[in-house]
């Protein structure tokens, strides 16, 4: 086939300074919805929000924090298909000016039911980022580096967070409205940021090839390689999306969620449990609800946002060792001993709380910090990276969006919950998440097979499904040809069959395959050729 050749380049940045600016840029869409995870645990415990409010009860404060995630929900459903539609950069930039109005109703909220309505339509931006960024993150990124991108990546929502808590605790000294108005604001100002980048920035070459705008697709996989057109790399990286393309579209794979439910259950079952698991496993009780944990445990009114805002800095630290480990490491093992740490953390806080001693209020900041710590370096980035790059091109967003509104479901029933669990069972909310760490470990250790360094193309290896499907084939080859000696005594004749390409090949080597081919080919017609001249001569000679 040949490579198109792409228009020309407007592009000042290409290679590596142009795949880490797209990087630091997309971060901007999870930094907007870490943010907003992380303002709502400051402003609710403030005297002027809860006097406006008129000292709303745990359940009001729950939903006004938790309803968010209904929004989310339902749009992170429906990002798949508008991603396949109008791509990858077009839902960034719908995402951001939808997040962006919800910010503004919330920050000129006149009560209850105007910020509910507020939080809801910023859902519906955080929703449509969620599930977008880490499918645009994926589909630009090299193997060697996909990993480490979708770690900085996460790292830009934990800077979100931890920025909207020192937001939070420098506006605590505001002594008037203004100081739970101003961080709801700044949503604002982030969000149209975003908008007007995603303007700018190149759409993902993958979803361009997919509807076939392959002069496009070229130019920014050249753009990303360098800026050279001619770039072999490049080119074979082309090849190797176009083929499989080509590919899917021939054998007839379906694209609906129905046919991507019956031929990729296990895809889509693991990638939606990683992202339950990232919210069983508790962050969001530190998360959303950071200065209430460290009130109940002796810590009062600014000095709970303080430990909150100091335990923010080592939770945004803790993302960054990940960056390397994940493309080295690999995936399976940072989630094992991720899941090991956060359980036993969680059971140490409960304990700290239940025996309730002189030294717990700073044990509990201990045993929180190094929580948040390792849920940082393990079960914060991975549930993001993981179904993306499982998960084919023909149902990734639909994919991806099941698994961000599994994501969105389970936020939203530990958001709505844990004001009133904290109520009710006290400490042993903590040892309860520790034991969904548990459950973790032993998913993960049976069930989650290790992606590091694989191509998005290739991962059907990884699954086994080419094996599953070859032998498939030939057993109803088999049964064909048994069936037709049965009832006839013609002999049965099986068509030949097109054996797929290999997906461990690259697109280097399936050029080199064909190469080879083509050279057999011109070997034999030349030895035909040579020997039809003997023929001739024989013939002729007396």
């Known amino acids: 086939m040949d490579v198109p050749a792409p228009p020309p380049s407007r592009r000042r940045l290409v290679g590596q300074p142009l795949l880490y600016s797209i990087s630091v840029f997309a971060s901007l869409g999870v930094f907007l919805f870490g943010y907003d995870q992380g303002v709502m645990s400051g402003i609710i415990t403030g005297p002027h929000f809860r006097k406006f409010f008129h000292t709303p009860g745990s359940v009001e404060l729950g939903t006004m924090v938790a309803v968010l995630e209904i929004g989310a929900f339902i749009t992170s459903l429906a990002a798949g298909r508008v991603g396949d539609i109008i791509g990858r950069r077009g839902t960034l930039f719908i995402g951001a000016v939808v997040f962006g109005i919800g910010g503004a109703i919330q920050t000129f909220t006149t009560g209850f039911a105007v910020m509910v309505v507020g939080r809801i339509i910023s859902g519906f931006g955080v929703g449509l980022l969620s599930t977008i960024v880490p499918i645009y993150q994926s589909e630009i990124s090299p193997p060697n580096h996909r990993g480490a991108l979708a770690c900085m990546e996460f790292t830009g929502n934990i800077f979100g967070y931890a920025s909207s808590v020192w937001i939070d605790y420098f506006c605590s000294f505001i002594d008037s409205d203004m100081s739970w108005r101003i961080p709801l604001f700044i949503q604002c100002v982030i969000g ?34 360098g800026g050279d057109p001619e770039d072999l790399l490049a080119k074979a990286e082309f090849q190797e999306i176009k083929d499989r393309v080509i590919f899917e579209r021939e054998s007839g794979e379906g694209r609906t969620y129905s046919a991507m439910w019956k031929k990729y259950k296990r895809r889509i079952l693991l990638a939606m449990s990683s ?31 303080l430990m909150a805002g100091i335990n923010a800095i080592i939770y945004l630290l803790s993302t960054v060792p990940t960056w390397y480990l994940v493309d080295r490491l690999g995936r399976r093992p940072i989630l094992l001993s ?77 958001g709505e919950g844990t004001p009133y669990l904290q109520e009710v069972i006290g400490w042993r909310l903590y040892p309860m ?107 002729l000679s007396p």
């Open 275 to 305: 992202q339950a698991f990232a919210q069983l496993n508790g962050i969001n009780v530190i998360s959303y609800y950071a200065p209430s944990v460290f009130e109940e445990a002796g810590w009062l009114g600014r000095q709970a946002i």
């Open 433 to 539: 998440h520790g034991f969904f760490c548990i459950c973790s470990f032993v998913l993960v250790y049976f069930l989650y097979p290790e992606t590091k360094g694989v191509p998005l193309e290739e991962m059907d290896a990884v699954f086994g499904e080419d094996e599953r499907e070859e032998a498939l084939e030939n057993e109803s080859e088999r049964a064909s040809l048994v069936s037709g000696s049965i009832h006839t005594n013609h002999q049965s004749i099986s068509p030949p069959r097109v054996k797929r390409p290999n997906p461990a090949s690259t697109g280097w080597e399936l050029a080199r395959m064909d190469g080879d081919a083509a050279r057999e080919d011109e070997e034999d017609e030349s030895e035909r050729k040579a020997q039809r001249g003997t023929s001739s001569m024989s013939r």
């Open 192 to 225: 149209a940021i975003l908008a007007a980048g995603s303007l700018v920035i190149p759409e993902s070459p993958r979803w361009l090839i997919d509807v076939d705008r392959d002069a496009e697709g070229m130019s920014v996989i050249a753009d990303l390689h």
């Open 338 to 414: 991720g899941a090991v740490v956060m359980g036993a953390a969680l059971c140490a806080t409960g304990w700290w709380m239940y025996i309730d001693v002189p030294a717990t209020p700073k044990a509990v900041v201990a045993c929180v910090i190094i929580y948040n710590a390792f849920f940082g370096y393990s079960w914060g980035p991975l549930p993001w990276l993981y179904p993306p790059e499982i998960l084919p091109l023909t149902v990734r967003a639909k994919g991806v969006s099941l698994s961000t509104a599994t994501n969105w479901a389970f936020n939203f029933v530990v």
